[in-house]
Structures are given as C-alpha cells and as structure tokens.
C-alpha cells in the first residue's frame, strides 16, 4: 500500500470510495447516511490544490482522508476506506498521516466530528488515541459544524466531536 496527496484525477474514485463506504449504515439501520450524497467535487478539489487531502493506493486508491485547519488544529472532514480494504489498518495509517502534518505545522491536534456508537466510528477513534470533546467546551467553528450536520438532518445526539491532542514537552515543544 502506497499513500500519497490526492490529485484531480482521484476525485472520481474518492466519490466511489465514500458512496462504498456509506452503504456499510444500511447494515445498522441508518439509510439516511447510506443515501447521503458524497464530499461535493469541488470540496475535494480544493482540499487537493490546498494539499489537505491523502489516498491510500493500491493500483488505485482504496481509501482517503480530507483534513482542514479549525482552532490549530487539523479537522478530519472526511475519511473513507472501500470496505473491500477494511481491517487492513489503512484509515489508522491516514490519520496518522495527519497527524504527522499536525506536527509538520505545529498544529495543536486533530479534531473530528463522528457517530458516537457505530463500532468503526468513535469506538475506533479512541483506540487511536482521540478523546471526546464535552458539548460545553465545543468552540464556535465546532458549533457551526455541528448546525451544519443539523441542516443535513443527521442527528447530532447521536454524533460526539473528539480530538486527539499533540504532546507539548515542558519547553512548550511538540514531540
């Protein structure tokens, strides 16, 4: 498996790959996800000329991860593996890649917003490293994430923001 930044030519499969991956909500009761429409094409295209946007690649790519700056730190928009790659650890490899960007940029750390009990959304984040963020700590961007989450008609109750901080030594370095 090879990851790279995302180029234009990727943008159709990327589509695919989220359109693959949504349909795993059929499965738990949650067609409203399965049925949302993919990351919008020019979205993709914009993350990619900001270099914000990473493919895993297996001949072709297999899974990506769209990324953005809120509050110093980088906010995972979108991450997706086609489920023919699930258990390969290819999304941990993703996030990490972000989290290497995260310090590249002496970022604080990475948030993300996720359902908070679909096994491989929060549940799976925390083995990673991320922690819940509390409602009452949500910053204004978050907020207007989650109105906008609202707007799509997802159900914010079931959804947590999480963050994974970088560790600062005690000279206020990153490590």
């Known amino acids: 498996m090879q990851f790279r930044s ?34 919008p094409e020019a979205v993709v295209l914009k993350r990619i000329a900001q270099d914000r946007l ?16 809120i509050d110093n730190h980088l906010y995972v928009e979108q ?8 258990g390969k650890r290819i999304g ?7 989290e290497e960007r995260a310090r590249a940029e002496a970022r604080m ?12 959304n929060a549940p799976y984040y925390r083995r990673l490293g991320f922690t819940d963020v509390p409602d009452t700590a949500l910053s204004p961007a978050l907020e207007r994430i989650r109105q906008l989450h609202i707007e799509k008609g997802f159900d ?3 959804r947590v923001f999480m963050q994974k901080s ?9 490590r």
């Open 156 to 158: 914010e109750t079931r």
């Open 6 to 39: 995302g180029e234009a030519g990727d943008v159709p499969v990327i589509a695919a790959i989220e359109r693959a991956s949504a349909a795993r909500f059929l499965d738990i009761g949650m067609p409203e996800i399965a049925g949302d429409d993919p990351t």
């Open 92 to 98: 941990s490899a993703l996030i990490g890649l972000v």
């Open 109 to 120: 750390g990475l948030l993300l917003s996720t359902f908070r009990d679909v096994p491989w």
């Open 166 to 174: 970088l560790r600062v030594d005690s000279n206020g370095n990153q």
């Open 54 to 69: 990473f493919v895993a690649v297996d001949v072709q790519p297999v899974g990506f991860v769209i990324f953005h700056v």
């Open 79 to 86: 991450i997706d593996v086609d489920p023919q790659y699930a």
